[in-house]
C-alpha cells in the first residue's frame, strides 16, 4: 500500500512560480516512475511530467521549458518546480506512482497504481 501526499499548491500571478512537492510512504520509491497530471474543471486530467527510475524526464509540450520534475530518493520525494506561470495552468494537480516493471506510456493515467490527493493551483491574469 503506497500513500503519495501534494503540498505547495497556492494562488499566484501569471508569470510566477510554485514548487509543488509529493511525498510517498510504502513501497520501493526508487522503483517508481513518478508522474504529474493536472484536471481542470470540466477537463479531462491531463499528462505534465514524468521522471523514471534513471531520472530520465519528459514533459508536455505545454510545459516544456516552464516546468522541471526531479526526485529525491533518499527523502521519498518528487518535486515540480512551476516557473512562468500562465492563466490555463490552473488545475488540480496529481502525483501518482507507476510500480509497475513496464508501460506502454506513461503519458496516460492508468498507466499508474497509485494517486495522491491533488493540490490546487490557481493562476490568476
Known amino acids: 500500500q503506497v500513500q503519495l501526499v501534494e503540498s505547495g499548491g497556492g494562488l499566484v500571478q501569471a508569470g510566477g512560480s510554485l514548487r509543488l512537492s509529493c511525498a510517498a510512504s510504502?513501497?520501493?520509491?526508487?522503483?517508481?516512475?513518478m508522474g504529474w497530471f493536472r484536471q481542470a474543471p470540466g477537463k479531462e486530467r491531463e499528462f505534465v511530467a514524468a521522471?523514471?527510475?534513471?531520472?530520465?524526464?519528459d514533459y508536455a509540450d505545454s510545459v516544456k521549458g516552464r516546468f522541471s520534475i526531479s526526485r529525491d530518493n533518499a527523502k521519498n520525494t518528487v518535486y515540480l518546480q512551476m516557473n512562468s506561470l500562465k492563466p490555463e495552468d490552473t488545475a488540480v494537480y496529481y502525483c501518482?506512482?507507476?510500480?509497475?516493471?513496464?508501460?506502454?506510456?506513461?503519458?496516460?493515467?492508468?498507466?499508474?497504481?497509485?494517486w495522491g490527493q491533488g493540490t490546487q493551483v490557481t493562476v490568476s491574469s
Open positions: 510504502g513501497g520501493t520509491f526508487s522503483m517508481y516512475v
Open positions: 501518482a506512482a507507476g510500480a509497475r516493471a513496464y508501460s506502454a506510456s506513461w503519458y496516460t493515467s492508468n498507466a499508474y497504481d497509485y
Open positions: 521522471i523514471y527510475r534513471s531520472s530520465g524526464t
